[in-house]
């Protein structure tokens, strides 16, 4: 009789236990709803870039020398003018000095021919021409009496030779002496002018050139900037040409990144973005879309985009990571529902809202992907729609959790 009574309560706690399992398998899954609502959406493309400069300069020298001084240091800031490093300038100062020695010369020539002869210097030329006037005279005397004397037999034919020699010369030194007196009184004479003026204009260029050699031995910066670097050092030699300073203007320096290829045709010039740099995390920048391309990489299917900075963190360089995020889009009044409630599967994209205590699949079509809100297209406003909609089958089983979604 008891192990009939045993038995019996084992079928009924067997049964007992079925029935609860069972019950627990079959109820439907509690789902969250919410409507479909307007709202403002805006979707960010988040992509890591770095910071480039367009603008930089490689600073070398124009000629050899040795460095006396690194007037500054890697990373400096530095405005226009500023020295880098300079030379020792000794040989170019001498250079200096000569040349403008030589302009002073050639200055003073130009002054004394301007300025014609003297009272002295005429009556000077005139004494001579009259001293080689009468000595020729002499000349043409002592000739013709030594012809009477070689036709009479007194002198020979050398004599008389000598004779015709003597007064050549004493005319040839009169018609120089009176030329010289002719060119005095009629100078400044045009060709010594241009003479004179071309000689001092080649000893200014000289001067010029040499000062512009003095100027080279101190490297300066050509604008205000970023040092990246320094080449050389104190007591180094360098040769013209040779590279010895780096910089970048960070004023038009610009954030580079590489976003996906399908997003080319919705990225364009205009377009906001926010900078944060991982050093930096609770501190954000604005920039700009400036430029889409022209650099691509087909073997990763993606493309550039230079995005110009309204402002950067100080002592920020080229080369420096930072993510921009960039707004693709901007629908201010957009039917939307939250992100977890669009599922995307081959068959293309959609949401779930339920009828009858199961779940039905209403296909949909993205206008943008925001956070936390998707802008959608091909569903009704009021909808509702079931949140975590990727955890769920379609045609699945549910309760609604808390009666109706908000």
């Not at 021919?113 to 002499?138: C, H, I, M, W, Y």
């Amino acid at each position: 009789m008891n192990n009939r009574l045993y038995w019996l309560l084992g079928i009924l706690t067997v049964a007992a236990v079925g029935t609860a399992v069972y019950g627990l398998v079959s109820s439907p899954t509690e789902v969250e709803t919410i409507r479909v609502q307007q709202r403002e959406v805006v979707e960010v493309y988040v992509a890591t870039g770095r910071i480039e400069a367009p603008r930089t300069s490689d600073l070398g020298v124009e000629i050899a020398g040795t460095v006396q001084r690194v007037a500054v240091e890697e990373g400096a800031e530095v405005k226009q003018g500023d020295r880098l490093v300079v030379l020792r300038p000794r040989n170019a100062k001498l250079v200096v000095e000569k040349a403008k020695a030589r302009v002073e010369t050639r200055r003073n020539e130009l002054r004394e021919v301007k300025r014609g002869p003297t009272d002295a210097d005429l009556r000077a030329a005139e004494s001579e021409v009259e001293q080689f006037a009468a000595q020729l005279t002499q000349a043409e005397r002592e000739l013709k009496r030594t012809k009477a004397l070689f036709e009479e037999g007194g002198v020979t034919e050398q004599a008389l030779e000598q004779a015709r020699t003597a007064t050549k010369e004493a005319r040839a030194r009169f018609k120089n002496a009176e030329a010289r007196l002719d060119r005095l009184r009629e100078r400044p004479l045009p060709e010594e002018l241009r003479a004179a003026r071309a000689r001092l204009k080649q000893a200014s260029v000289d001067l010029e050139r040499a000062r512009n050699d003095l100027a080279e031995t101190i490297i300066r910066a050509p604008f205000d900037g970023l040092v990246l670097a320094i080449e050389t050092k104190e007591g180094e030699r360098v040769t013209p040409n040779e590279t010895v300073a780096r910089m970048a203007d960070m004023t038009s320096a610009e954030i580079y990144a590489e976003v996906d290829e399908d997003y080319f045709g919705r990225l364009a010039p205009g377009q906001p973005a926010t900078l944060i740099f991982p050093s930096m995390p609770e501190k954000t920048f604005t920039a700009t879309v400036h430029r889409v391309g022209p650099e691509i990489a087909t073997d990763r299917g993606v493309v550039g985009v230079h995005l110009a900075p309204d402002s950067l963190p100080k002592n920020t360089f080229p080369g420096l990571t930072v993510d921009a995020n960039i707004e693709v889009a901007r629908l201010d009044q957009a039917l939307a529902a939250p992100i977890d409630a669009v599922v995307r599967d081959p068959m293309g994209t959609y949401v779930l809202t339920v009828e009858d205590g199961t779940t039905v699949r209403q296909a949909v079509d993205v206008r943008a992907r925001g956070e936390p809100w998707t802008a959608l297209e091909g569903i009704e406003a009021g909808t509702q729609v079931v949140r975590h909609a990727a955890r769920l089958d379609i045609g699945q089983a549910v309760a609604l959790a808390g009666g109706e979604g908000s």
